[in-house]
């Protein structure tokens, strides 16, 4: 359940800015206060109970954590190839941050990597989740 102290400052930082301009420095709860308000994660998660099993709802969770980790980088790291930082997921994210009826959400990263993510998981065996996950996001930024 998103704080709603935390959910208001996410909210003033959006309209004021249209971006999370200090994602990656305000800490852990900060950013999945603020991947869950993107994702509708409460919504999504109350409406799938009791379909923990299904692909396309495990791969959405798998998106939030993935990219809540990304977002906690404390080091360079690699991804696809490239050292990526926290600040470079974070200015990145925000070139994503759609806005319709008063709803924040990045739904079109969301859609491209969970996509990307099922449709390699159907062609080959995946053995590092997260880490595939995260790939997945960082190539659709």
């Known amino acids: 359940m998103i704080d709603s102290n935390t959910i208001s400052i996410i909210l003033s930082q959006l309209k004021e800015n249209h971006s999370l301009p200090l994602l990656y420095s305000k800490g852990n709860t900060y950013i999945t ?4 308000l993107l994702t509708d994660y409460d919504n999504v998660l109350a409406n799938n109970q009791g379909r923990e099993e ?3 709802f495990a791969t959405y969770k798998l998106f939030n954590n993935a990219l809540i980790d990304m ?6 790291t690699s991804l696809s190839g490239r050292s990526v930082t926290a600040s470079n997921i974070s200015d990145k994210l925000n070139e994503y ?3 319709d009826n008063d709803i924040y959400s990045i739904k079109s990263l969301q859609e491209v990597s969970i ?7 159907t062609d080959r ?3 590092y989740h997260l880490e595939y996950m995260m790939s997945c996001i960082w190539n659709a930024m």
């Open 71 to 76: 977002l906690n980088f404390q080091v360079p």
């Open 97 to 99: 941050i759609e806005y």
């Open 54 to 56: 299904d692909l396309s």
């Open 125 to 127: 065996r995946i053995k």
């Open 115 to 121: 996509n990307d993510y099922i449709k390699a998981s």
């Open 33 to 36: 206060e603020a991947i869950h």
